[in-house]
């Protein structure tokens, strides 16, 4: 009988997220990242569910807290802390930061600080899938706050009206910056509502993993075939809205029954439990990630930042000619003017 190791491999990538986030919280503290937000995605490991039963070529776009989900879709946490960092060895070359980090090769469509300003571009994709049928899917992945947008309901109805390869997925973690989800919506079945425009919906459980992944799976199989999917999932946010929130509209004891909600501790005891790990060899994951993300940690330190004359490349068209230097306009301007 062959033994799922799968559990085992989707632990190991739940460690390296909860280590590369708690190393981005270093980089903030230190005063190295690029900006003042940063937002978080521990205690939303869980996603890794959905990340891994994508396939390579599938596409996603992701919101303010999609560190985790670019991690579980194959980045390179070294080039991604440089990308937070501001310097030239990041994925945007320095210039996307924390909430803009894209990277076509990995199928990340762009991360977007508009809160659910990714979603529709996902629509866009799977119109595109399904015209040339590539079998590809496109996932938007986003937080409560996004459900009380229009754009979504938008893009939800086009996905159904048009049979899109898209799925939806709704990261709850309780709070819109902070806002509780009870205090934003009049009524909490979000997946009721994803129903009423046609798509199938599902709810994961947001501190098990292997629940995310079966449930993430089957509905991945049906947006691939032209049935597009919505699946929301339960979990909480360790820490405030931004790095700098010390979420002071929660109470001491809501946060600590809140963090005994921990996908990472549930997900170590899991493959403990089922022997796919010794104690010492869970462990020696740990330690592996931990390594990892501090040698990622420093090479953003000690990464250059981008030159001053790429300020505008990648910002127009190829073929461009290039914004001349204010200096030289004000310079032949008064050329004209002593004329």
């Not at 048009?162 to 973690?173: A, G, I, S």
């Not at 979420?247 to 600590?256: N, V």
């Not at 963090?259 to 010492?280: C, M, N, Q, S, W």
Request: aromatic share 6%.
């Amino acid at each position: 009988m062959t033994t799922n190791t799968a559990p085992l491999s989707r632990y190991r990538t739940m460690r390296r997220i909860r280590s590369f986030e708690e190393r981005v919280g270093e980089l903030f503290l230190r005063g190295e990242s690029a900006g003042s937000m940063l937002h978080l995605s521990i205690g939303e490991e869980a996603v890794v569910g959905v990340t891994d039963a994508m396939q390579k070529g599938d596409t996603f776009t992701t919101h303010h807290r999609g560190h985790g989900v670019f991690l579980g879709r194959g980045a390179d946490p070294a080039r991604m802390m440089a990308e937070i960092g501001g310097k030239a060895s990041g994925y945007c070359r320095g210039k996307g930061g924390s909430m803009h980090i894209a990277s076509h090769a990995l199928g990340h469509l762009g991360a977007n600080a508009i809160v659910g300003g990714g979603i529709p571009h996902v629509v866009g994709a799977g119109l595109t899938y399904r015209n040339r049928g590539t079998r590809q899917v496109s996932v938007a992945f986003f937080g409560d706050g996004a459900m009380q947008q229009g754009i979504l309901y938008e893009a939800m109805n086009m996905a159904a009206l048009w049979k899109l390869p898209v799925l939806f997925v709704c990261l709850n973690n309780q709070y819109g910056m902070g806002t509780r989800v009870d205090r934003s919506a009049g009524r909490l079945a979000f997946g009721e509502r994803a129903e009423s425009f046609g798509l199938a919906a599902a709810h994961g459980d947001g501190t098990d993993v292997e629940q995310v992944h079966d449930v993430a799976s089957q509905l991945v199989v049906g947006a691939r075939d032209g049935r597009p999917g919505f699946l929301e999932i339960d979990s909480f946010r360790f820490y405030g809205h931004a790095r700098m929130d010390k979420s002071p509209y929660r109470t001491p004891e809501e946060e600590e029954e809140g963090r005994k909600r921990d996908p990472v501790l549930k997900a170590r005891e899991r493959i403990i439990a089922e022997g796919l790990a010794t104690e010492d060899e869970a462990t020696e994951i740990d330690t592996d990630a931990a390594e990892e993300m501090d040698a990622a940690l420093e090479s953003a330190v000690t990464a250059a930042p981008p030159a001053l004359d790429t300020m505008f490349e990648d910002v127009f068209a190829p073929g461009t000619p290039a914004p001349r230097p204010q200096r030289d306009r004000l310079r032949a301007i008064l050329s004209e003017d002593a004329a």
